[in-house]
């Protein structure tokens, strides 16, 4: 698995191109909702780095492409900081015009915290600018081996507790086999935990991305996967659950199954019945959908072309921000053709022993 990995990786690098290596990837501002369940803004800035080092070395994980958006020379930490500076000089005005109404999202295509991306001197400027805003909450991403008493000291030394610090992890399944068979994450369990117990220590929050179908599993597997895991985190002691619908990256063994006919994104229906059991479990708990990709035929999606794949997309946003269980519930309660088709796509796949594609 990991030689074939790298070889379909190093094919792909080959066709990233230089950009200008003081501009970051992406900035934006969306809706969003804070730990303590109240509505503002997020501004999300993607730091362009030179990518995920799990990526490099063994190939990464089966659905990521990610490390094609890192920079293909090197990256300083001047670099890394005039990045910073231009999307947040982008957005300062507003930022101070509504004070404890943002949170600022600092992702890059691996792991912040890991120095390989972005070395010291770069956080700690980052840390301290933004320990000057008068922000609610700050996030970043990371792998969990990087979740360390190093790293979290380093936040901690610059933020005041009075900031909400949240770091979203690709914890993915709580099913070791389908992580690291599946998805190839080179994450264990006792990793996993050890970042929880010490992000606690310096109260730091873990949002936990969790996979919606990943390889090798049939529909009705990834419904029982997700709410297990989702539910085993929570009792871990996670700050949030950020569900992550599968998505056709290009460049990933889960592009060479789809085009094969042999995988098929989850189906918008088991997400909504993913989350309608999470969150009626959890009433109290951040439950949360990326919606990227749907509903597109790469993407989560009903049947194709069928209506009802937009207006669900249109839904599981207003769930993210709202936390209401009840508009859950009125999507699996209402009719679609398509939802018949999910019904008998779960029950044949069952008696398949390999799980199914879809149409293109």
């Not at 970051?24 to 804070?34: E, H, L, R």
């Not at 099913?175 to 080179?186: F, L, V, Y």
């Not at 998505?247 to 994104?265: A, C, D, F, M, S």
Request: aromatic share 8%.
């Amino acid at each position: 698995m990991e030689s074939y990995l790298k070889k379909l990786r190093n094919k792909y690098l080959k066709r990233r191109k230089k950009k200008n290596p003081n501009m970051p990837i992406a900035t934006w501002i969306q809706d969003d909702v804070f730990l303590d369940k109240s509505i503002g803004k997020s501004i999300t800035i993607i730091l362009r780095t030179v990518g995920c080092r799990w990526a490099y070395e063994s190939g990464g994980c089966t659905m990521c492409s990610y490390l094609m958006d890192s920079s293909p020379i090197k990256i300083s930490a001047e670099n890394i900081i005039n990045q910073f500076e231009y999307a947040l000089n982008k957005y300062r005005e507003e930022i101070l015009k509504n004070p404890e109404k943002y949170s600022i999202k600092l992702f890059t295509s691996g792991s912040f915290l890991d120095e390989f991306e972005v070395p010291k001197d770069a956080k700690e400027h980052i840390f301290k600018k933004l320990n000057e805003l008068p922000i609610k909450e700050i996030a970043v991403e990371s792998r969990p081996e990087f979740i360390n008493d190093y790293n979290l000291k380093i936040i901690r030394d610059y933020v005041d507790n009075n900031i909400n610090v949240e770091i979203g992890t690709g914890i993915e399944t709580l099913n070791e086999k389908i992580r690291n068979t599946s998805i190839h994450k080179g994450v264990s369990i006792d990793d996993i935990k050890k970042a929880i117990e010490t992000a606690k220590k310096y109260n730091v929050g873990i949002k936990a991305y969790l996979l919606i179908k990943p390889l090798f599993i049939t529909e009705k597997q990834a419904i029982i996967d997700s709410i297990h895991s989702a539910n085993e985190c929570i009792n871990m002691g996670v700050s949030r659950i950020s569900y992550c619908p599968a998505t056709i990256h290009k460049g990933t063994l889960t592009e060479v199954l789809w085009k094969k006919n042999q995988y098929r994104p989850p189906f918008l229906w088991s997400v909504l019945e993913i989350l309608k059991e999470v969150k009626s479990q959890n009433l109290d708990k951040l439950i949360m959908c990326d919606t990227a990709g749907i509903p597109s035929s790469r993407g989560a999606h009903n049947k194709i072309g069928c209506e009802c794949n937009y207006k669900l997309k249109e839904i599981l946003n207003d769930f993210t921000i709202t936390q209401d269980l009840s508009l859950i519930e009125g999507a699996l309660n209402s009719e679609c053709e398509c939802k018949k088709y999910w019904e008998e796509f779960i029950r044949f796949e069952e008696k398949n022993i390999v799980p199914l594609g879809d149409e293109k």
